[in-house]
DNA sequence: GCCAACGTTGGC
DNA sequence: GCCAACGTTGGC
């Protein structure tokens, strides 16, 4: 299956590792994640999947895309083993961020993992989500 | 294997 | 700064 294409979003506090960073790398490893749901959406995502970047604590928004440019490799931050990452590269900025608050209004985001558990720091999107955040952000890929 | 205690995350 | 939700740890 040529495009399967999984959706992503993962979440960072800025003050850790903000998208303006990230758009200054040019791409990261995402490291860090130390449980293990997060660590399974981790472990799923494909080469070329699309990944949400959200803000967390402050400003609570989600900045952009990011693609999946490598799949999850042991994570070099650290000698245990149970723990990977992926590689990401920054796609698209949002013209417009979308705040959690017009995520929690609207009616077709209301089953999104980002409100119904939100301690997840990698979950995935379904398709019409996406779809829906892409508008809401006011970009196209 | 259960569950109380404790730690962490993240919204408010 | 508070606290709800949830994950982890450790005693039994």
Redesign the pocket.
């Known amino acids: 299956m040529p495009d399967e294409k999984s959706i992503w979003l993962v ?1 960072q ?1 800025p003050s850790q590792y903000s998208w303006e960073k990230f758009l200054r790398d040019g791409k990261t490893y995402w490291d860090g994640v ?4 997060a660590r399974n959406n981790l472990r799923a995502m494909k080469k070329g999947d699309m990944v949400f970047f959200y803000h ?2 402050i400003g ?1 928004e989600i900045k952009g895309i990011a693609k999946v440019t490598r799949e999850a490799y042991p994570d070099p931050t650290t000698d245990d083993s149970r723990w990977v990452v992926v590689d990401l590269k920054p796609l698209k900025t949002f013209t417009h961020p979308v705040s ?2 017009e995520i ?1 209004v609207h009616k077709d985001l209301h089953e999104i993992a ?1 409100v119904k ?5 990698v979950m995935p999107i379904t398709k019409k989500e996406s779809r829906v955040l892409l508008k809401m952000g006011k970009t196209s890929i």
């Open positions: 979440k506090e130390r449980n293990y749901q967390s604590v609570k959690l608050e929690k980002l558990q939100s301690r997840l720091s």
